[in-house]
């Protein structure tokens, strides 16, 4: 017997590899701690935002936005994702090698060093710049260096992942990659190339101004440098949460994976496309010429592409997997599907929010409508609907067996139920919350203000009553919070002992898959000479014709 | 054939004269999008070539050596500035271009790449890395305008492309020098 059998075999009869578990457990406790926290400044803005309360003078409204997309954006999808990746990667590939594991303990200590240094500069109103650091505002030189241990900490995780994988298919030759580690692989690459951008702006750019070594920053390139990795890192996000729709769902409805070589496809598509689609943040930035704009709109729209095939494919599977049980008629295969289960309705609630909110998304890609909803709540209630519905409701519905199957624990009827609760109320929120945005975005509220009434302008007096749905969204969603925070600690600590699955879908019979999506090499040329060709004229536009440069701004 | 159809329909479309006169309105785009389009199309009409005289390159291009010199020779020839300026300029030149690219070195790359060892093969990488170095160089530290055609700024981004493209070459001789990929694959 090989010692890779050997490795399966005990994997097998051991179920989870312990040391993997405790890497793993430590991420989602602190993804799920930032749920928390994040989730508490969340209220705090929007119950302002309702103008039911006023904020102390020592914690002002600008702080407790940006602690808040810190806390949810950075720190709990990010915790998240390296977590639930690396648990996937030891359950599919034998087991975490030692090296890999003291990578991913590395990873972890330097971003939560990275993280604490972040949130005291926050809390001490010292970086209160709209967690998107964002030349001209300036946060104090701390705050970025924070922001370099999170980076440093997350290719430390990139390169454990990525030896992980060259491991394997070393020991595994002319094999398929599981397709979970196919899915981590995609991810990882992408977060290594987009943090690449973000660690030259800030090493480069924004280092050397804030501690005042220069005395001007070349605004347009930074910015331009933060969408490349910012646009990215909301597609990680998704991506991981479509890996879950893929490879999970199917498996927690009974059913089987439609198609591997179309999910591959899929990984592929994304990794190559994803990285140009940054330029459609800065569409109504001046210093970008028409042209550039012009074709950010094909790079944009590119990657829709990869989300309406996996609509498809999602929807494929579930009516499959519905008929074989029995559904007749049009839709009566809906009625198979396992509408109780936690596991599959909150994923599945999921995946009907990303429809609005890519429709949405496809909205501000293009010039004209971005006119009309740029900086207004629209925007605020499209990332509710992506990345607070789409990604962490899918995040929770992974919660509901991930964390039972690394603590040796059982999800119980009791916590499934109340899961179904949290989802029921996390969505009727989500939902509220992000129809009040959106409208009120249309009629020209803008984001990131704190509550004002603009002198008791009429307009301004018209959002109000969106305004109290947002604050009610808010305190409904703040007791989703501390539901999913209750279950998260008792499926840790305190469910009953037993055996969880990592439900992983097989593949249809017969679905051979095609060797050349393994050709990682080739994918990653390609990204590169997508990107080679979406920024090199622009950036050297801006080098060459810089503008002046402007001087820090503190305006808090 | 289909190859041979894809080429052929690709070399008709760069030659379209709207296509033509926007690629080439941009200088980046002119030398590394243009310019490298119209030999992946000679490599795609080329085993039409190869099939219809099979004696001729058996004959002339044996051990893929010439080919690849010839190959070198259009390159190089084609990365002086001054003819980029007379594509723009002289039809004869521009009709020239169209010709040498696809099928005095798309054609000839096609029959020689399989000929070649890997030592040789990697050393017209390093070759062309080196020369891609020192066109890069050359664009982005020129203080004057090299080609009349262009602005300085698109020179510029020109020189940092030719940077860049040879930045890629160099990861890639390094990840065939440290990877072995029988070891994955």
């Known amino acids: 017997m090989s010692a890779q059998t050997l490795k399966d075999k005990t994997n097998e009869v051991l179920g989870v590899n312990l040391e993997d578990a405790k890497l793993t457990k430590s991420y989602l406790l602190v993804a799920f701690i930032a749920l928390l926290l994040g989730g508490l400044f969340g209220l705090l803005q ?63 200590g330097l971003s939560m060093f990275g993280t604490v240094l972040v949130v005291i500069m926050v809390l001490m109103n010292e970086a209160s710049v709209l967690f998107t650091f964002y030349p001209p505002m300036k946060a104090n030189p701390i705050f970025y260096f924070g922001l370099v241990f999170v980076v440093l900490g997350i290719w430390a995780c990139c390169f454990g992942a990525f ?123 001046p210093g970008i010429s028409d042209t550039i704009k012009y074709m950010h709109v094909f790079m944009s729209l590119a990657i829709g592409f990869p989300s309406l095939m996996t609509a498809y494919a999602l929807f494929v599977v579930m009516e499959r997997t519905g008929r074989r049980k029995g559904g007749k008629g049009v839709f009566g295969w809906l009625k198979k599907l396992p509408w109780g289960d936690v596991r599959f309705l909150a994923p599945f609630i999921a995946m009907l929010a990303f429809a609005p909110a890519g429709a949405g998304g496809i909205a501000q890609t293009t010039f004209q409508l971005n006119s009309v909803v740029h ?16 990604v962490a409701m899918t995040f929770f519905g992974i919660s509901y067996w991930l964390i039972p199957y690394l603590s040796g624990r059982v999800l119980t009827p009791a916590i499934n139920k109340l899961g179904v609760i949290q989802t ?48 009610i969204g808010a305190v409904l969603l703040l007791i989703g919070v501390l539901i999913q925070f209750y279950v998260v600690i008792n499926l840790m600590f305190f469910a009953p002992k037993g055996q969880t699955e990592f439900p992983i879908a097989p593949k249809e019979p017969g679905d051979v898959t095609g060797y050349w999506t393994e050709r990682w090499g ?35 | ?78 990365m002086l500035p001054r003819t980029m300026d007379e594509a723009l300029t002289l039809q004869s030149v521009e009709i020239f271009k169209f010709i040498s690219l696809p099928f005095l070195a798309g054609v000839p790359l096609r029959d020689s790449w399989k000929k070649l060892t890997d030592f040789q093969k990697n050393s017209v990488i390093t070759f062309f890395t080196i020369a891609f170095l020192g066109m890069g160089a050359l664009y982005t530290l020129a203080p004057d305008q090299l080609c009349n055609n262009y602005l300085i700024i698109e020179q510029l981004t020109l020189g940092w492309a030719f940077l860049l493209t040879a930045v890629g070459m160099i990861v890639y001789l390094l990840y065939v020098a440290f990877v072995d990929p029988s070891q994955y694959e």
């Open chain 1, 424 to 471: 029921i109320i996390w969505s009727g929120a989500m939902i509220l919350m992000a129809f009040a945005m959106h409208t009120a975005g249309l009629f020209g509220s803008p984001r990131r203000t704190s509550y004002t009434t603009y002198g008791d302008h009429a307009a301004a007096l018209g959002w109000d009553p969106y305004m109290m749905l947002i604050g």
């Open chain 1, 375 to 390: 900086n207004t709540m629209w925007v605020v209630g499209h990332f509710h609907l992506t990345l607070g519905m789409s």
């Open chain 2, 1 to 78: 054939m289909d190859q041979f159809k894809l080429g052929l329909g690709l070399f008709i479309f760069l030659a379209i004269p709207p296509v033509a006169t926007f690629m080439e309105s941009v200088m980046v785009i002119h030398m590394h999008m243009q310019m490298p389009m119209l030999i992946i199309a000679g490599l795609l009409i080329a085993p039409f070539f190869q099939q219809r005289f099979p004696r001729f390159f058996e004959k002339w291009n044996q051990n893929g050596l010439p080919g690849i010199l010839l190959f070198i020779i259009i390159i190089g020839y084609w």
């Open chain 1, 163 to 285: 030896i992980q994988v060259a491991n394997w298919r070393k020991e595994n030759k002319g094999q398929h990659l599981p397709i979970l580690s196919f899915f981590a692989t995609g991810a990882f690459i992408l977060l290594l190339a987009c943090t690449l951008f973000v660690a030259v702006e800030v090493l480069f750019l924004i280092l050397p101004w804030s501690l005042g070594w220069v005395d001007t920053i070349n605004v347009m390139l930074a910015r331009t440098l933060f969408w490349a990795f910012g646009h990215t890192a909301v597609n990680i996000w998704y991506m991981t949460a479509v890996s879950a729709w893929y490879v999970i769902v199917p498996r927690v409805i009974g059913g089987t994976l439609w198609n591997d070589t179309l999910t591959r496809v899929v990984v592929v598509a994304l990794v190559i496309m994803n990285i140009t689609g940054g330029f459609h943040h800065q569409i109504v930035d």
């Open chain 1, 46 to 108: 929007g119950i302002n935002r309702a103008g039911l309360i006023e904020l102390p003078t020592w914690l002002n409204y600008y702080q407790v936005l940006t602690a808040h997309g810190l806390l949810l954006i950075v720190v709990f999808s990010g915790f998240f994702m390296i977590g639930y990746f690396y648990s996937g990667l030891s359950h599919t590939l034998g087991g975490l090698l030692p090296k890999v594991r003291k990578l991913g303990w590395i990873g972890y």
């Open chain 1, 522 to 556: 080739v994918w990653v040329v390609l990204m590169i000479i997508v990107v080679a060709m979406a920024y090199v004229v622009p950036i050297v536009d801006m080098i060459v014709n810089a503008p002046p440069g402007s001087p820090p701004f503190r305006t808090w």
